[in-house]
Every structure is written in C-alpha cells, then in structure tokens.
C-alpha cells in the first residue's frame, strides 16, 4: 500500500480489529496515531477519532485513551483541526528539534503534552513518570514495522542489528 491510497475509516477499524483478534496481548488501553501528519487531514482525523472511540466501547475499553502526535505547534494544529483536541485524550505537538532532549514519549523539549481535561491530564502524568523507553516490532506481509519513540541511540542499535542478519530498513518516516 502506498501513502496515497484513501482508506475508508471502516476499512481501517476493521483492519485494526483484525490486528487486535490476531494478536491482543490483555487489555486494550490506548491508540495512538502518529505520522505522515494526522493534522494534514483534519476532516478524515476527525472522522478516525470519532469511529475510534466507538470502535473501543464496542471492544469493552471504553476508557482507553486516544493519543495523537503532530509536528504542527498547538495553535496551527487547533487552526487546522480544533476537533481532535476535544476527542483525543491527549495531543503531542510541536516538530521534532534534534539536540533537545525531550521525554520517554516525545523526541524533542521543545514539544507539549496537552490533554482533553483533568482526568487525563492526571493518567498522563502518572504514566509520564512511570514511562521507560520502549520500541515495539510487528511483522505483516513481510514487512516489518518498528513502532515507538525509542531511547537515545536504541534505533542505530536496532538498525546495526538487523543489517548484520542482512536486513535493511527502508521506507522510514523519519530519522533523527
């Protein structure tokens, strides 16, 4: 599939319930969307919100939390998209800085954490403090994907590590 295929907001929540029944490991607690730009679509991240939240009471997690990354700073991300914040849990805005040093969650200082109201500003806070780097790896189609805002130095291990087993990574979204 290439980035400029259109897929239809039911398609993509059958696919992700697809991925759950295949592989779910305990409960549903969160969906985070990240790039290209979920704000460079607002209308389509609006309509994703939305059927997200449905698709997880349907599942029985309603109190998952909804969490969308975006390089746009919060008052261009609010011109392009004011919805998402009031049904996201929480935003991560502002662009990448190389050479300032963010959190386990976000890449760079300059970056901000803004949540929908109080209750998820108090799980986020909790979780920031509980946060250590993690980096998850999926395979489909044979594919392989590595999702996750990774430690220092833990992407170029990862990379050294799979081109010695003779796998190269390309198509990368972006690269510190």
């Given at each position: 599939?290439?980035?400029?295929?259109?897929?239809?907001?039911?398609?993509?929540?059958?696919?992700?319930?697809?991925?759950?029944?295949?592989g779910a490991e305990g409960p549903i607690d969160g969906i985070t969307l990240t790039g290209g730009e979920p704000?460079?679509?607002?209308?389509?991240?609006?309509?994703?919100?939305?059927?997200?939240?449905?698709?997880?009471?349907?599942?029985?997690?309603?109190?998952?939390?909804?969490?969308?990354?975006?390089?746009?700073?919060?008052?261009?991300?609010?011109?392009?998209?004011?919805?998402?914040?009031?049904?996201?849990?929480?935003?991560?805005?502002?662009?990448?800085?190389?050479?300032?040093?963010?959190?386990?969650?976000?890449?760079?200082?300059?970056?901000?954490?803004?949540?929908?109201?109080?209750?998820?500003?108090?799980?986020?806070?909790?979780?920031?403090?509980?946060?250590?780097?993690?980096?998850?790896?999926?395979?489909?189609?044979?594919?392989?994907?590595?999702i996750g805002v990774p430690g220092r130095g833990a992407l170029a291990q990862v990379e050294t590590r799979l081109?010695?087993?003779?796998?190269?990574l390309g198509g990368v979204s972006w690269r510190p």
């Amino acid at each position: 599939m290439s980035h400029r295929d259109r897929i239809p907001v039911a398609d993509l929540t059958a696919r992700i319930d697809a991925l759950v029944d295949r592989g779910a490991e305990g409960p549903i607690d969160g969906i985070t969307l990240t790039g290209g730009e979920p704000f460079d679509q607002a209308d389509a991240l609006d309509g994703l919100l939305g059927a997200l939240r449905s698709w997880l009471d349907r599942r029985g997690a309603p109190s998952a939390d909804l969490l969308v990354y975006t390089g746009y700073e919060e008052s261009q991300a609010r011109e392009l998209a004011a919805g998402a914040f009031e049904l996201a849990d929480a935003v991560i805005a502002g662009p990448y800085r190389a050479g300032q040093p963010g959190t386990r969650w976000w890449g760079s200082g300059n970056q901000r954490l803004i949540t929908r109201d109080d209750d998820a500003a108090a799980r986020y806070r909790s979780a920031l403090r509980e946060a250590r780097p993690e980096l998850q790896v999926a395979v489909e189609q044979g594919q392989v994907f590595i999702i996750g805002v990774p430690g220092r130095g833990a992407l170029a291990q990862v990379e050294t590590r799979l081109a010695d087993a003779g796998v190269g990574l390309g198509g990368v979204s972006w690269r510190p």
